[in-house]
């Protein structure tokens, strides 16, 4: 017996509240967001698509350490370049004062010797106690929460740390040649063969090498005293500078190697496809 038209079932009906309630569904994100991920992830696994290299990042920290040991040796590199300058001023010509004095030289010269040893001892401090950035990133690779620790030195240039040397040196080197021209305006009978100028820069780079030509020496005991706290201090700069050049160039290379490591670790899990189980059942 044939129902009426009218009273037959839809055999659509109910393919079209199936199709209804998906698009309800869809209209959610998180279970939009969960269908993607796992259409992705089966694309990856057979390799449809290539595995993504950067995961999208959920959170990110960064953490500052010794940041006033950074800031402080930003300054005193600021300073000490600065005193150095003046200094070069002072030693080719007494900077005048009214009314004229010598007091403004020497303290300008203890000040620039005192700033680039600072700036040496405050970048070895720098770079034996880590200061720098920590960087935590916190990556979402399919399901699972995978965080990375990142650590970024305050110095990472073999450059930088060469200038920073290099202004400390410079600092306490025409600092001392100041002084020297300084001791030497007040009375000449300080030094033998010593005049202002040029030849307080020679004389103090000669003292700081620990050569010692004779051609120039101290007579009085301040002038003395003066070079032999320029030797004590070129003996601590010597050492300090190897030191502190070569743990440097051993972090720097440790850093790299396992960043290197590091990336090296994730392109092969990038390029690692697991194994076709429908291969393996068909057998």
Known sequence: ??????????????LTQISETISELLQEPALSDAIAQVIIQHLQATGAIAA????????????????????????????????????GRNTLQAIQMNPPSHALGLWLSGISICSGLGLVILLVLEVFLGAGKEQEIERLQGTTRVRDYTFTPAINRLPVVLALLSIGFSAIIFGFSSLYSELVRQDPSHFSGLDPGFLTIYFAFVTFSTVGFGDIHAVSLIARAAVTSEIAIAMFFSLVVLSTTLSWITAYERQQHEEFIKQRVQSLQGLSVPPDDSASSSR
């Open 1 to 14: 017996m044939n129902l009426p038209p009218s009273t037959q079932p839809d055999p659509t009906a109910p």
């Open 52 to 87: 993504a290299t950067d995961a999208p990042i959920i959170h990110t920290h960064v953490t500052s350490r010794y940041g006033v040991l950074t800031a402080l040796r930003q300054a005193m590199g600021a300073i000490a370049l600065v005193l150095f300058i003046l200094c």
